[in-house]
Structures are given as C-alpha cells and as structure tokens.
C-alpha cells in the first residue's frame, strides 16, 4: 500500500451519539476501489459471544467491490447484519463481523471524553477495540468467487483482500470510538494520542473453520513454507554480515524482549512456552553478543544451528523470524511467489508400481500410523448444519461419521497403499480406479503433490491426540498474527495489525517496521535509551 501510495478515504460516517448508524471507508489502489461498508449496531449482553453461532454483533461488514451506490447501501443495511442468513451479490468480496471489548472500548470513550488519554497498561492488557469472530470471502454467502478478483496484483497473494477487510475494520474501530467520546464528552473531549492509535490492532477470535483449509489447499501451504524456507537459506547464506544489518538485530532483540515480556495469556501450557522464550531470548542475546565480538563469518548460520541444538520450537521460530527481519532488502520479493492454482489431475496411464512408490517415498510418514488401532481413527471432521462450519465428533460416541469431511489424508493414503498391494504392478492407475472409484481423490492428490514436499501435513487428523490449535496457528502465523492466546485446543484469539501504521501514515514512516509490536511509551527511540541505560 506505501509502495503504491494508496489513498485512504472515509466516505460516510451516518452514526448516531451511541455509535450506531452506517459507514463507508474507500480505499484507492492505483487501478480501482475497494469500500467497507460497516453497519454498528445496538447488541444485547446476553447475546454477545464470540461463538460462531452467535446471531447478533456489534458491527457487521462488506468489503465492497467499488464505491457503493444508495441502493447497494440499502440492500446490505437489510442483509449484512444477518450474515449467513443475508443474500449477497459478487459486487461484495468480503462478509464479515465484529464485537467490542467492552472493558476497553468503555474505557477509553470515558477517558477521552474527559479530555484525558486511555491508561496505557490497559490498552496493553486487551491491546484491540473490537476483534472479528468471522471473515468470509472466496464465494461464501453469495459474494464474489476468489476468480473474480486471483488476476488482481493487490489480490494475487491469498487472503490480501480479506486482510484489508480487516486493516480498514481496524480504522472504523479507532474513529467510532472517538465519536462516541466526543458526543459524551462535547468540547471537553480529546482524540487518541497517534502513537496510542498505532498500538491497537484488530482481536481475532478464530476456531475449526480455517483448519481445513490447510487440507484442502496444499499447494498454496507449499509456496507459503518454501517462501519461508527461501528466505532463510538466503540469510544462512551470507557470508558477511553489514554493520547495518548487526545494528538492526541488535535493535530488534530488544524490542522482542520486551513484547515477549507483554505477551500474557491464561492457557497455562503456552504460559510455560512464553517463560521458556523469555529464558532462550537472553541465552541468544549472550550468544549473539559473543559470536559478534569475535566478527564470524556466516554469522547467521551458528547462531541457526546454535539454537536448533538448544531452544525449543517456540525458540528457534522466533530465532528464525528475528534472523530474517534485517533483510527485508533479499527477501521481501518472496511475498510474490507466495500463491498458487490447485489445480490437480489423475495421470491415468501411470502404472500401479509408479503409484506405489510415489506413495512410499512421499508418505511413508502416513504408512507408519497404524489404523487398525482405534486411537489413530477416533474423530472425525464435519460440517454443521446450523453454521456450515467444521467441527469435530468421536467417531465411537457420536453419530454422523457418514457425514465425514474428506481431511482424513494419513488414513486414506494408508488404505490406498493397502489396496494397492493385492493389485498387479503393471495395471494402469484408470483399471484401478474403475474398480475402486472411492479412491479417485487420493489417487489425485497423490499423483498431484509429489513435486511439493511442504504440501502435507504429516500428522494424523483424526487421531484421538490431534490438537487443531495446532493448525491454527500455523495458518494465523502467515497473516502476522501475534498475541496467539489458546482458549482451548479447538479455539484461540490473536491480534492483527498491532503497532502496523494508520491509513494516513503509510507514506510519512517507515510501513515495514512494525514487527514485534510493543507497549506505548516503548518505542525504537525510548528502546535505544535503555540500551544505554544498560
């Protein structure tokens, strides 16, 4: 958006005293429009809930192809606020809703509205104003099908437009709350300090219906890891570090240390997991400073290797992450690759032996799990008649297993290989599947993802220790969340675009320095202050 200079408008704001009414933000790419379209509206205490079978919200959205006419405006106003239950045209892209922390939210009109800036430890403690519980696109509800807008260059990437949904949610929430302070407050009344405004992001309130999406897009997970994978073979590649680049890391561990220190969460596991990071973060702030001093070469590459053989996963990610920030200049190009078409094709000619080895040298992870035990088949995933959203049964316990989503792929594969097995070698794979058709979609998938290692995930998802949060938290790492807070293994929230710049600052700062976002009053300059301090 900063490179393109987009330009960022809001076209309407018909809200009443209490933040009521009907509003419209454009923002302008250098080819077209893009409008959200948010209805706030009055929400009942009993009927708030971040569940995804709530039926009412505080605010619903549209992000709407274009500038809305008065009757687009009209049409939605009926529609959007029931959201599945609305009808939809391919002029909207994006179905979407919103509720408020109300402990913030409150909190800061009151305090605006006496003339005074919000409390900053509380800002820090929620660290959003409202968080999203659903963000639908690609088709969903009548809306636009993904293919209207996959040529689009702002589009390209998966997700973008569904982020800029929530970018643009983001600056509804910041202006709605200033409203209401003002109407509260009148002349007494002040706005949020800039840098208080950077510091709110969007809450995310995120469940089963996003894990399979992983399943059923292999393709794009594989561009999406090897994008990742890329960049850090480029940084272990260097063989000399810049001074610049030194300074930044520098900079950059201690600007981690302390959001690390101002992520808390209630889940006790991921507890431990924050306070083991905190512990890893000063052993590689020591390490760095000794390896450093002595001027390496492939500086980046024993500090890797040193904490592959030391920290945890939560470590080396963040080990990773940190690794590659400074070199925005060798890596950012990757965000380009980082989509895909899943197309995929039965080769029908292939004989039955190909097919077999395909499967032992590509899924040998999936022919290790024994099926026979039930354990390893104890759940199964459906669709809800009520939400048409994922959700998980005991297979044993529960009925409906006839109803199975298709995401069973270690199970799956590992019947096929069975099958194969009592099958000649030099049969063709189209003889095979005439006799057993209900295995067309494996034979695919197989055939298809050979040639994309990162494709899989090489876990059972069925298993009677599956963890989805696991899932989601891979997904929700590739759209910047932070903050990841598990409320349990099957739903966590996150926060998004904290710390990122507002619409009207994108081309006054630097739009690419707000990773690792910390508390107000903590920025890179008071930073660089306690460095010295040290």
């Known amino acids: ?92 892209l994006v179905l979407s809703r919103a509720n408020k922390s109300l402990r913030l939210f409150d909190h800061v009109v009151k305090r605006l509205a006496d003339g005074l800036q919000p409390d900053v430890s509380l800002l820090h403690s929620v660290g959003y104003l409202m968080r999203t519980t659903a963000v639908y696109g690609s088709g969903k509800f009548g809306s636009a099908d993904r293919a209207k807008i996959s ?27 200033e409203h209401v302070a003002h109407c509260q407050g009148g002349s007494k009344a002040v706005g949020m300090e800039a840098h208080l405004k950077q510091s709110l992001g969007i809450g995310n309130a995120t469940g089963l219906g996003m894990a399979p999406f992983l399943v059923n897009h292999p393709k794009l997970v594989h561009q999406w890891v090897t994008a990742k994978e890329n960049a850090l073979a480029r940084v272990r590649g260097l063989k000399n570090v810049s001074r610049d680049s030194l300074q930044s890391f520098e900079n950059l561990l201690e600007k981690v240390r302390i959001h690390i220190s101002q992520w808390q969460v209630e889940d006790e596991l991921q507890t431990r997991k924050i306070q083991q990071l905190k ?51 060798l890596v950012d190009e990757l965000a380009e690759t980082m989509h895909a078409s899943e197309e995929m094709k039965i080769q029908p000619l292939m004989p039955l032996e190909k097919l077999k080895l395909l499967i032992e040298d590509h899924y040998q992870w999936a022919l290790e ?13 459906y669709y809800s008649e009520d939400k048409l959203e994922p959700r998980l049964g005991d297979r044993f316990q529960e009925p409906g297993e006839e109803l199975e989503m298709p995401l069973a792929v270690a199970r799956d594969v590992s019947e096929l290989y069975g099958t194969l097995e009592k099958k000649p070698g030099d049969q063709s794979t189209a003889e095979f599947l005439m006799g057993h058709p209900e295995f067309r979609r494996t034979v695919r998938r197989v055939q298809s993802l050979h040639s994309f290692p990162y494709a899989e995930i090489r876990d059972n998802l069925i298993g009677e220790n599956v963890k989805p949060i696991d899932l989601l938290r891979f997904k929700l790492a590739f759209f910047g969340a932070t903050k990841f807070d598990p409320k349990s293994d099957l739903w966590t929230r996150i926060t998004m675009f904290q710390g990122a710049p507002m619409p009207e600052e994108l081309t006054t700062c630097d739009p690419d320095a707000w990773a690792f976002p910390v508390l107000p009053g903590q920025d890179e300059g008071s930073l660089a202050a306690s460095v010295v301090a040290e």
């Open 151 to 177: 040529s689009r260059p702002e589009a390209l990437g998966a997700f973008q437009i569904e982020m800029l949904n929530v970018f643009l949610i983001r600056w509804f929430s910041i202006d709605l709350v």
């Open 1 to 92: 958006m900063a490179r393109e200079c987009w330009k960022f408008e809001r076209l309407r704001f018909e809200v009443d005293d209490q933040g009521f009414g009907t509003s419209v933000y454009a923002a302008h790419t250098p080819h077209r429009t893009y409008s959200l379209i948010a209805f706030s509206h009055a929400l009942e205490p009993d009927q708030r809930t971040d569940r995804v079978i709530a039926e009412a919200w505080d605010a619903t959205f549209n992000l709407f192809d274009g500038i809305p006419e008065q009757e687009d405006l009209d049409r939605l106003r009926e529609n959007t606020p029931r959201q599945e239950a609305g009808r939809y045209l391919p002029s909207e």
């Open 369 to 381: 799990i024994d099926f026979s035990q039930s354990a390893n088949r104890k759940q199964f995933w």
């Open 279 to 329: 512990q890893e973060l000063e052993t590689l702030c020591q390490e760095f400073e000794k390896r450093r001093a002595q001027n390496p070469e492939y500086l980046w590459e024993q500090l890797l290797t040193f904490a592959q053989s030391r920290f945890s996963l939560e470590g080396q990610e963040l080990t990773v992450s940190m690794m590659i920030e400074p070199h925005g200049d």
